[in-house]
């Protein structure tokens, strides 16, 4: 019966861990936002923290003949929502 109990409980504390806490933080700590070039959004990623103007943000970019390749975005501007929260990059892909 111990045994019973004590896999039932590694198992649930497990989950509990990894399945739901982890994904909590990472969703609440993350935030959504717009790659906008030339007045267009070209992508819209999930970030953990907001770059600085100016600085160079690494993009992986999902094309069909080329599976993963990453770019880069050089930010020139940040537009924030009334919340607070960072909502678009303004900046272009250097080549």
Known sequence: MKKKTYKFKKR???WLL????IDFVDQEL???????????TVLVCKMATVPHIGSKVEVLVR????PDITKLFLVED????????ANRLIGK???
């Open 12 to 14: 649930f504390f497990n």
């Open 93 to 95: 892909y250097i080549e």
């Open 63 to 66: 094309d069909f003949p080329n």
């Open 18 to 21: 990894t399945g739901f806490l």
């Open 30 to 40: 993350s935030f959504q936002i717009q790659l906008v070039q030339n007045g267009q």
């Open 78 to 85: 940040i537009i924030y929502s009334p919340y607070g929260a």
